[in-house]
């Protein structure tokens, strides 16, 4: 496990007891890490890590290589995520992290997550969906675990087949303990879902599913 190269921005809890959760935000393609400053709301009581994407585009910073949108080059995708996978891990003390990631950071959480399921509390998915084609998600590798898929009603950049593509795998054949949320707005980071994402980080800790 390395931090060689990784750029974090901490957010920590003002909760001097530190009893809230761990978040790890992952952000946008051509974003970096300041974008979890706008997030925060989402998380409730939560100590957040922002890390910067590896690989620098359109002014910013993206997480890996597209053949297309929503599609990953597999060999940047693989690269990529065992690099974050190990700056992450170098971070992380006896909580495990919830991964939350936006567009192409929720792509790269979702590869993260799929390939280290133990590692991570849940999983927390706004505007983007799984960067390899549906035919290559592996079947029960999420079994068990809570997973919330967030996408806009209007969102034009993601193509909605990805969307749908991620619905059904996240439904069914991953075995997660999946919750969906389609949300007013487009392709953009909505604050106004911060009460059902609370309720539902809150309802998983406590081992109570917060409702659909």
């Not at 910067?52 to 995520?81: C, H, M």
């Not at 919830?98 to 133990?118: D, H, I, R, T, Y």
Request: hydrophobic fraction near 40%.
């Amino acid at each position: 496990m390395s931090r060689d190269q990784a750029i974090v921005m901490r957010y920590d809890s003002p909760d001097a007891s530190r009893t809230g959760r761990d978040i790890v935000y992952l952000h946008g393609r051509g974003s970096n890490e300041r974008e979890a400053g706008y997030t925060l709301a989402l998380f409730g009581d939560a100590d957040v890590r922002s890390y910067r994407g590896p690989i620098s585009q359109g002014g910013g910073f993206a997480w890996f290589l597209n053949a297309g949108t929503g599609v990953a080059i597999p060999e940047s995708l693989a690269l990529e995520t065992e690099k974050v996978g190990g700056w992450i891990a170098s971070d992380t003390g006896r909580r495990r992290p919830w991964l939350c990631g936006f567009s192409n950071g929720a792509a790269m959480a979702g590869a993260l997550f799929l390939k280290s399921p133990e590692a991570y509390a849940g999983l927390l998915m706004i505007g983007g969906c799984f960067a390899v084609p549906s035919g290559e998600l592996p079947d029960f590798a999420l079994a068990g675990k809570p997973v919330m898929f967030c996408r806009g009603k209007l969102d034009m950049v993601i193509p909605r087949h990805k969307f749908a593509e991620a619905q059904a795998y996240l439904a069914w054949r991953s075995g997660a303990v999946a919750t969906m949320l389609v949300y007013e707005g487009g392709h953009e980071l909505p604050l106004t879902i911060k009460s059902a994402v609370r309720a539902w980080l809150t309802g998983e800790e406590s081992g109570t599913r917060a409702a659909d």
